[in-house]
């Protein structure tokens, strides 16, 4: 069963950063391109980041030179950079694999409130 | 960047009726690189539909997706209680992919 499980959410200052873990398993990891999807709560869904098998990473415009994305094979995990954090972040942080495009399987999400 | 718009809001309905969600992207979405959404709340989203009309695994077959090039829809021929939720649209065609905003299905 795919599992991904999402930590290192939590209250941050305005400015701050933090750095959220997603721990995946039952898939081989390492053939799969990973995303990080956003959700404002009560709202709708934001795509913030992706990175390839070969360790390409692409993100949208509203946190392109803030956050970073990264993966380590040999451990099963995708991370998510997050720095200079602005009110405008908070939000529930989704794990997410991509199969063929689409996405498949989410985690169940890690909160991250950005508030002074 | 592609917006999808995805119409109506909110549509109420009763179980065992039949629902038709759509979505319209402002340019076209090549190759059918779209998909749909299940999310309740509490959850996350859950993945139904892909390349347009492609039935993820263990989807019930009341749900289908139809459409290419800018218009698209999810069609639930008969509503079950476990099926009311908000439904998105996603094009994974073009960087940044995008989301719809959501339309919800209310019981009535």
Redesign the interface.
Known sequence: EVQLVESGGGLVQPAGSLRLSCAASGFTFSNYDM?WVRQVTGR????VS?IGTAGDT?Y??SVKGRFTISRENAKNSLYLQMNSLRAGDTAVY?CVRDL??????????TLVTVSS | EIVLTQSPGTLSLSPGERATLSCRASQSVSSS?L?W?QQKPG?????LI??ASSR??GIPDRFSGSGSGTDFTLTISRLEPEDFAVY?C?Q?DG????????TKVEIK
């Open positions: 995303h709708g869904l934001e795509w992706a692409y949208p415009d989704y063929g495009g689409q996405t498949d399987s989410w985690g169940q999400g | 690189y998909a959404y959850q996350a989203p859950r993945l892909y390349g993820a695994t998105y996603q994974y960087s940044p992919r995008t989301f719809g905003q959501g």
